[in-house]
């Protein structure tokens, strides 16, 4: 799905606000390297490009998101992650 300029701007602020709002770490490991956003509910899925949508994640915590390896619970607004079978960061 391909984002138009409009788009690409409210998505550009919603990224700049996440990074700010997680204090440019990782919300999953707390690294401070190569930080990406992550969609909670994926774009695929229609989710939106808003901040309360987004989560920074490192590379490492991302791919393991798409990987069904770190799990996201979105609960009464809580952002809470589960490893699933022990995976870590390395």
Request: charged residues 30%.
């Amino acid at each position: 799905m391909k984002r138009d300029t409009v788009e690409k701007k409210a998505y550009r602020a919603a990224k700049e606000a996440m990074y700010k709002r997680d204090g440019h770490r990782c919300r999953s490991c707390n690294s401070s390297d190569s930080l990406t956003p992550h969609h909670i509910v994926f774009r695929s899925q229609l989710g939106p490009d808003d901040v309360d949508n987004l989560v920074t994640l490192c590379l490492q915590c991302h791919s393991a998101c798409h990987d069904r390896k770190l799990l996201i619970d979105v609960t009464d607004g809580a952002v809470r992650f589960i490893r699933v079978k022990g995976w870590r960061p390395q």
